[in-house]
């Protein structure tokens, strides 16, 4: 006796629409995280230019007086506000709020010193070299309930 065999029976339609339905699940997971990724990518990107933009804008203050930056504190977080009048960066005791709605940024600077012997930066022991400083660009935001920070450190002389 020979069986019909033309067409699908039910239970291999079931089979192959469950397999159809993990793949898609699986599918729709990736790309959630995917996606997720590059948000957290694209944030990070932003903050990495804005914390160029802070030394960047040092520099300038820097070249317009050193006193500027050499006067501040040491260890003491300090903000840039931007003067559209002036078309002039300065810096700022008081944070002038966020970036965007989502980033904070601040700077510190720190002294530096120096051997006596070979002028190298060294971290201990060695003389105060008023004429570097240390400076530590800060850029805060909040992704998905977590803080997240990037920092972007450089020194700043006026030789």
């Known amino acids: ?45 932003r903050a990495n230019a804005i914390s160029a933009e802070t030394i960047e804008a040092l520099k300038i203050i820097k070249a317009d007086d050193w006193n500027n ?22 810096v700022a005791v008081s944070d002038p709020g966020k970036i965007d709605g989502i980033f904070s940024r601040s700077f510190t600077v720190k002294s530096v010193n120096r051997d006596g012997v070979t002028g190298q930066i060294v971290f201990s022991g060695g003389s105060p070299d008023s ?8 850029v805060d935001w909040v992704y998905k309930s977590a803080n997240k920070n990037f920092k972007l450190t450089t020194y700043l002389t006026n030789f």
């Open 1 to 45: 006796m020979r069986l019909n065999n033309k067409g699908f029976s039910v239970l291999e339609i079931v089979v192959v629409l469950a397999a159809l339905a993990i793949v898609a699940v699986v599918l729709g997971q990736l790309s959630v995280s995917f996606l997720g990724a590059v948000a957290s990518g694209e944030l990070q990107l």
């Open 69 to 90: 930056l050499s006067g501040l504190s040491v260890n003491t977080a300090y903000y840039l506000t931007y003067s559209t009048i002036t078309n002039k960066w300065s």
């Open 131 to 138: 004429k570097t400083l240390l400076v530590e660009a800060n």
